[in-house]
């Protein structure tokens, strides 16, 4: 039997798979939040192979090779270690436990709850066009990797991918990509190791490498044409751009890495499985990845652009070539699990923040989480449909993934100000978030019309950063910040309040009083938008009802009584 007659066969069971998977999880689904959130019981073992699944993606898989052949192995590695430690780890450790702490669901959701409706919305759009590229960029990377092994079609490999992915995650929603991330990361971790097992006994050990390496420099600083990758360069690819794009703008400004976090069962599961995955990423898939980049360079120097035909972004497909039938299907099936595991935690990031904060904020402002499942279940199907434009964006892979990050680069800044620095207004954040994305999309729109190339001097996202970060910084320096960021404001928990709680702050105020003392809880156990339950915080401490831990990182959203008003409950 040959070698797409086994990967077909062992692909249709991984579907089968899929499905039953998919069939299973239905039953868990009782309402929006088990669909986008699991209903915050995931535990931390699972939440790690949900990190794993999502830096094991198609981006990956075809940058990782890609960039050793391009520029050696410390410009391929040093992508990842921008990625993993720049953002996956540094986002667990000081960004997690605030975020599960404001029991926000979505970050735009958080962006209402930190300054207005009106930046909520705005990055609710930038977010959902960040995602869906993201997710473009993952079906069409493993589609270029499959084709470029097995010969089939590129448009037919992508139908059957985004079919498959599709159908999937409108079945079970997050729990059904949580249950598959953990089957699909036991695939990877297997399936890898034993392919650069196959590639050293069949073409020998690193000595091969640094031996036969077609370029005239070390193959660990330059690739097979004698490029590398430039450090502090503004132009993309560079270390510098990686960071921005790829550590800040990719992983602190995206909704579903929110979502891994707000799904955890507790603060310590979700900054846990951040840092664990990214050491895992590290030590696995990133480094037998690149290793497999040079093993590609080495042996097939002459089918890569320039001195061939095939991109370097495809060599994962091709390397796969000298390996037995039956390593180089489990190895195309692992990356494959990867990319599709990847994809759907994509689609139910945009789904769920077009859902919350957009069909509910402005249809169904009053609807139950159950009344929520089937719209969003249909928003998912409506906008894993608009993927399949993004799929043909020019340049494909590389520029595709820069430019969907690129849109994620506002709501980063955000984040980070929104968090750390009580000053930042309302009207700075706005002013920043239309700045960024008006010159986001401007920039844009000049370079795919050919009218300007920014690429020329510098990457999108950099000026993004840019100009977001100033003009959030210098209105919020010239307008009036919300009460807890003015230089006179006080609350020790030591004042005393004439104001009459209505039902609702009773409500919360006997909650704290019981033990529910952070918003995460208090959201919850109100059910209502995290707005809401927002609102009714701040009113109490403004009237110094209660006050908080810190008005600064997670102990803004941990709450106590104030002496004088114990015996209001």
Request: charged share 10%; with cysteine; aromatic share 14%.
């Amino acid at each position: 039997m040959g070698f797409n007659g086994f990967f077909s066969i062992i692909f249709i069971l991984f579907i089968i798979v899929l499905v039953i998977c998919g069939w299973i999880t239905k039953k868990w689904v009782s309402g929006s939040n088990d669909y986008f959130i699991a209903g915050r019981e995931v535990g931390v073992l699972n939440n790690i192979f949900g990190v794993v699944a999502i830096g094991f993606a198609g981006t990956i898989i075809t940058l990782g090779p890609g960039l050793a052949i391009q520029s050696g192995f410390w410009g391929s590695y040093g992508f990842g270690m921008a990625y993993l430690f720049g953002g996956l780890a540094l986002y667990g450790l000081p960004f997690a436990p605030y975020i599960r702490r404001s029991g926000a669901h979505t970050l735009p959701e958080w962006l209402e709850m930190r300054f207005d409706s009106k930046t909520r919305t705005l990055i609710t759009l930038s977010s959902i066009f960040g995602l869906l590229g993201i997710m473009a960029n993952n079906v069409l990377s493993m589609a270029l990797v499959t084709t470029g092994f097995t010969g089939w079609s590129l448009i037919a490999t992508l139908s059957a991918i985004f079919l498959m992915f599709l159908i999937f995650t409108y079945v079970g929603g997050f729990w059904a990509i949580s249950m598959t991330d953990f089957i699909q990361m036991c695939i990877g971790l297997v399936a890898l190791p034993a392919m650069l097992i196959g590639l050293m006994t069949n073409y020998g050990g690193f000595s091969f490498i640094s031996n036969n390496w077609p370029g005239d420099l070390s193959y660990l600083t330059s690739g097979i044409t004698n490029g590398s990758l430039p450090v502090f360069s503004l132009q993309y690819p560079s270390l510098l751009t990686f960071i921005i794009l790829f550590a800040c703008f990719l992983v602190w400004g995206n909704n579903y890495y929110w979502l891994r976090v707000s799904s955890t069962r507790s603060e310590s599961t979700a900054k846990k499985s951040f840092v664990y995955a990214a050491i895992i990423l590290a030590v696995g898939p990133y480094l037998i990845l690149t290793l497999s980049g040079l093993y590609a360079g080495t042996a097939f120097a002459d089918t890569f652009a320039p001195n061939g035909d095939v991109s370097p972004m495809s060599a994962f497909g091709v390397v796969l070539k000298g390996l037995p039938i039956a390593i180089a299907a489990f190895a195309l099936l692992g990356a494959l699990a990867a990319s599709i595991s990847t994809s759907t935690t994509s689609l139910i990031g945009a789904s769920s923040t077009a859902t919350r904060d957009i069909y509910q904020k402005y249809y169904r402002p009053n609807a139950t989480p159950k009344e929520l499942t089937f719209p969003s279940k249909i928003i998912t199907m409506v906008l894993g449909l608009l993927v399949w434009v993004l799929c043909f964006y020019p340049g494909g892979p590389l520029f595709l993934f820069a430019f969907s990050t690129a849109w994620l680069g506002p709501p980063s800044v955000l984040v980070l100000l929104g968090i750390w620095w009580k000053r930042t207004t309302m009207a700075g954040a706005f002013t920043g978030a239309v700045v960024g994305i008006g010159l986001t999309t401007l920039f844009t729109i000049l370079e795919l019309t050919n009218i300007f190339a920014l690429s020329q001097f510098t990457h999108i996202g950099v000026v993004g950063l840019i100009t977001t970060l100033l003009a959030t910084v210098i209105v919020s320096l010239l307008t009036t910040p919300n009460y807890y960021g003015q230089s006179d404001w006080q609350n020790d928990g030591h004042h005393t309040s004439t104001h009459q709680l209505d039902e609702k702050e009773l409500e919360v105020l006997t909650l704290i009083a019981n033990g529910y003392n952070t918003m995460a809880e208090i959201r919850d156990m109100l059910g209502v938008d995290s707005a809401v339950s927002n609102r009714i915080i701040e009113k109490l401490d403004q009237n110094k009802i209660i006050y908080r831990k810190k008005y600064s990182g997670p102990g803004f959203y941990t709450f106590y009584i104030s002496e004088a008003s114990q015996k209001l409950v």
